[in-house]
């Protein structure tokens, strides 16, 4: 059974910082990467950070330097830290294994929802 439980988000004003954590089943956060994952109203899901089992991460060109993924494999947890947040960051956030994610019947949690204020 496949279980993401996404939070931490909320409203904040641009400039400000929130941390995301996601808790996932034992059997989806495994030997791949996990991923943090963002869809801004009438946009398409996007991938905006992504760590390797190592510990190993990527960014979008749009976070770099202000975003921070981490993990905690003994939680099965993943974190999203992010700081100097833009009003354009503004979408519902999402964590998910970044293989299971590709498939078009991909099974999601709830999201998180985060808002900045101009």
């Known amino acids: 059974q496949v279980q993401l439980v996404e939070s931490g988000g909320g409203l904040v004003q641009a400039g400000g910082s929130l941390r995301l954590s996601c808790a996932a089943s034992?059997?989806?956060?495994?030997?791949?990467?996990m991923g943090w994952y963002r869809q801004a109203p009438g946009k398409q899901r996007e991938l905006v950070a992504s760590?390797?089992?190592?510990?190993?991460?990527n960014y979008a060109d749009s976070v770099k330097g202000r975003f921070t993924i981490s993990r905690d494999n003994a939680k099965y947890s993943v974190y999203l830290q992010m700081n100097s947040l833009k009003p354009e960051d503004t979408a519902v956030y999402y964590c998910n294994n970044i293989i299971l994610a590709s498939r078009s019947d991909a099974s999601w949690g709830q999201g998180t929802q985060v808002t900045v204020s101009a």
């Open positions: 760590i390797t089992n190592g510990g190993r991460t």
């Open positions: 034992r059997n989806i956060f495994g030997i791949n990467g």
